[in-house]
């Protein structure tokens, strides 16, 4: 293990040089072509490479060409892909704006895998150029796991300042070396514009890269877009995701803030099943720009769990798209953020697992106050907090142990441990939330939390109210979390760091043993 570590560990620059020339030496015989020798008539790969919901056997590889083209991904478990272990093709169209993804089945597991990407022409079927990527499978036993979590890029107005660095959260990230990263939301800010400068406490001034679908709130689906095409424009966003894969979910920006399936819509008007195009539109988007399989006949579904190997398995969630309204508030007491169907999904995989650790990504947390989230403040469960309390009951019904809840959205970062016996709730387990973030947006100052579930604050650490709330990412509070789960111990260690890789706060969780068997469960 330590051996494979200190082989992957390149430097930033040998990374970026590798992924831009290696296919040049590959493709030299194609490039001789007299017919294909001007690079105009080779289509380019516009932006970066990603993968995706990498688990024990499959991937999923993202790109995107700069005109109709057919993508081909071949992978291979060495950089000179002298051995070729899966490939598939699929076309990239403006349909899609170009982008195009595609499902690996039958990988090894716990292997690094290098995958190369091209376009060819639709039209000519001239070859374009070729970039690598890296992901690692799951393991299928014994390896120890490492990954990241957080969210918010590009908020508030906070877009990239080459001279200040750019996204540096991503640069930092990359040097960790995870297996993978979760990203908890607001991969974009499309109610957010970002103008050309922003004036800093200091005096100084904030100066973006701009583009014309960042100069307006995103309505059109070009405009959605066109938020997503922006983050690509930083060059450590792009080798963060090539070298590292990533599970996404969304929270409230990637359509408009604090958004909910019946109360967000704009002069569009409704598709004909009665959903709002504005969120139809930026669901599109999502589902085009992310790496993110399709799961069934539910396609554009969010939710879903994604198994990497005996210690863990990751329950993605959706506080979104299944919630009662955009606002926790009501006569009747009733509401409701993941919606009876997913509910009841994450009841049964949640029994139904074998993992020692079961990581629930939400994209919100439970227990800070707030009408766009689940906690309304002292008292019994009320409204969502039923839902949660439903849940947590469950769980404890179940004899499910070890669940770990991690989030972002709050644009700082905090350890919550939940204690019965400091709850107005009592029927559940012990157990933590972890809060991470902002990667690139505006930090504020810690929120308020309730005693409903009883969380207790451990660590908490954003801007202070002198520094005040939408503190510009130069001034150093971005925060991401890393987890560590031992292949020997089963031990999970919970490090939340900031943009200068600082361990800022640490713990160890032991494993506890399930207090009776798993039931078998339909997976979905």
């Known amino acids: 293990m330590a051996t494979l570590r200190a082989q992957r560990a390149w430097t930033r620059r040998q990374f970026l040089v590798r992924s831009t020339s290696s296919l040049a030496v590959a493709s030299l015989g194609t490039l001789a072509k007299p017919s294909i020798c001007r690079a105009a008539d080779r289509p380019q790969i516009a932006g970066g490479i990603q993968s995706g919901d990498v688990s024990d056997g499959s991937a999923v590889i993202w790109a995107r060409a700069d005109r109709a083209a057919r993508m081909h991904v071949v992978c291979s478990t060495v950089e000179s892909f002298k051995t070729v272990i899966a490939s598939a093709s699929r076309d990239a169209l403006p349909d899609a704006d170009f982008t195009a993804k595609l499902l690996l089945n039958d990988l090894p597991a716990g292997q ?49 300042d080459v001279a200040r660095g750019g996204y540096r959260s991503y640069r930092t990230m990359l040097d960790n070396h995870p297996d993978f990263f979760i990203h908890s939301g607001d991969h974009i800010y499309a109610d957010c514009t970002i103008p050309a400068e922003q004036k800093l406490p200091n005096g100084e001034i904030w100066r973006n890269i701009v583009t014309e679908e960042k100069a307006e709130l995103a309505h059109t689906l070009a405009q959605f877009r066109g938020n997503y095409k922006y983050n690509h424009l930083d060059e450590h966003f792009r080798a963060f995701h090539a070298e590292v894969t990533m599970f996404a979910q969304w929270d409230d920006h990637e359509v408009t803030n604090d958004w909910s399936p019946t109360g967000s819509y704009d002069e569009a008007g409704f598709e004909d099943d009665g959903t709002p195009r504005l969120i139809a539109r930026a669901r599109r988007a999502f589902f085009d720009f992310m790496p993110i399989r399709d799961i069934g006949a539910r396609q554009r579904r969010v939710y879903r769990k994604i198994a990497y190997g005996p210690l863990l398995d990751v329950f993605m969630i959706d506080m979104r798209s299944h919630r009662d309204d955009s606002w926790n508030k009501g006569d009747d007491h009733r509401g409701w953020i993941l919606g009876a169907e997913q509910l009841a999904w994450l009841k049964r995989e949640l029994a139904a697992s074998r993992a020692t650790w079961k990581v629930i990504a939400a994209d919100l947390p439970i227990g800070l106050i707030s009408l766009d989230a689940v906690a309304l403040g002292d008292g019994p469960p009320d409204r969502r907090e039923h839902e949660i309390a439903d849940l947590l009951a469950s769980i404890k019904r179940a004899g499910v142990r070890n669940i770990v809840w991690l989030t972002a959205d709050m644009h700082y970062t905090a350890a919550h441990y939940y204690d019965p016996g400091k709850a107005q709730f009592q029927d559940f387990e012990p157990f933590w939330e972890f809060v991470s973030g902002p990667l690139h947006a505006g930090t504020w100052g810690p929120g308020e939390l309730d005693n409903t579930f009883g969380p207790v604050a451990m660590y908490q650490n954003g801007c202070s109210a002198a520094q005040g709330d939408n503190l510009a990412p130069c001034f150093g509070l971005q925060f991401f979390g890393r987890v560590d789960i031992d292949g020997a111990s089963g031990v999970m260690t919970v490090t939340l760091k900031d943009v200068d890789n600082r361990d800022l706060w640490s713990v160890d969780i032991e494993p506890r043993p399930q207090t009776r068997p798993a039931v078998v469960a339909q997976h979905s």
Do not use: C, K, M
């Open 112 to 160: 690094d895998i290098f995958y190369r990407v091209r376009f060819d022409d639709i039209a000519t079927g001239i070859a374009g150029e070729s970039r690598i990527g890296h992901f690692r499978t799951a393991p299928a036993a014994g390896r120890s796991i490492s990954f990241l979590w957080s969210g918010d890029t590009a908020g508030q107005g906070w877009g990239i």
